[in-house]
């Protein structure tokens, strides 16, 4: 099956620089990279994803990289700002419903993203 | 839009102790559903899902058991509860590609 790691476990950076956060996966099949990210005590929310015929994807100050090549993606986060401050999930998946792409996304372990002001 | 709903919000039950936490989705038909369990300040563990009614998959062995009765519930139950079996279920739904969190709830086993 999918394995996805991701890293680093925590980041801390100054209030207006960049953060990056980068995962790898290990099955070639994976065709559906998002990234969530959940506040203290409440559910995971979708903040962008990437599908493997696009090399990058931006919203505003979010932005995903995905080199199907090497098997990795990263979200990086511009101008960062207090509210910026969550854990984030990248996950990835084979797309569809059946076979595949029944059994869900598979999620890194996190990453605890703490900007300082 | 669809909507995810999950009940009760928080809980706390005694070891040894039955448990069961219902999933309804509104606003699509035929999702597949997804129960996860948290622990505390870790990741998202896979516990169950389901790809239609009386269909159900499970990813770990555990005292926890799922049922699907209709299109758009989904139960997680357990006959007797451990200290272990605390922390936040998630029940989610997958429409096309894109994957959907329920609010949760929050187990605490004492």
């Known amino acids: 099956g999918e394995n996805v790691e991701q890293h680093p476990s925590t980041l801390s950076v100054q209030e207006g620089d960049s953060a990056v956060i980068k995962c790898t996966y290990s099955?070639?099949?994976?065709?559906?990279f998002p990234w969530y990210k959940q506040e203290l005590g409440k559910r995971p929310q979708l903040i962008i994803d990437i599908r493997s015929n696009v090399g990058e994807k931006k919203d505003q100050r979010i932005a995903v990289t995905l080199n199907k090549t090497a098997k990795h993606f990263s979200l990086h986060i511009t101008e960062t700002q207090p509210e910026d401050s969550a854990v984030y999930f990248c996950?990835?998946?084979?797309?569809?419903?059946?076979?595949?792409?029944?059994?869900?996304?598979?999620f890194g372990k996190g990453t605890h993203l703490i900007i300082q002001p | 839009s669809q909507t995810i709903h999950q009940w009760p919000a928080t809980l706390v039950q005694p070891v040894g102790s039955p448990l069961s936490l219902e999933c309804t989705v509104e606003g699509t038909s035929n999702p597949n559903l997804y129960w996860y369990r948290q622990a505390a300040g870790r990741g998202l563990q896979l516990l169950f899902y389901s790809v239609g009614i009386g269909q159900i998959s499970s990813e770990v062995p555990q005292n926890l058991s799922a049922s699907r009765p209709q299109d758009r519930q989904f139960i997680l139950s357990s006959k007797k509860l451990l200290l272990s079996d605390s922390g936040f279920y998630l029940c989610a739904d997958r429409t096309i590609e894109t994957q959907y969190f329920g609010p949760g709830t929050r187990l605490l086993v004492l």
């Open positions: 099955d070639s099949a994976s065709n559906y």
């Open positions: 996950a990835a998946s084979y797309g569809g419903l059946s076979g595949g792409g029944a059994d869900g996304l598979t």
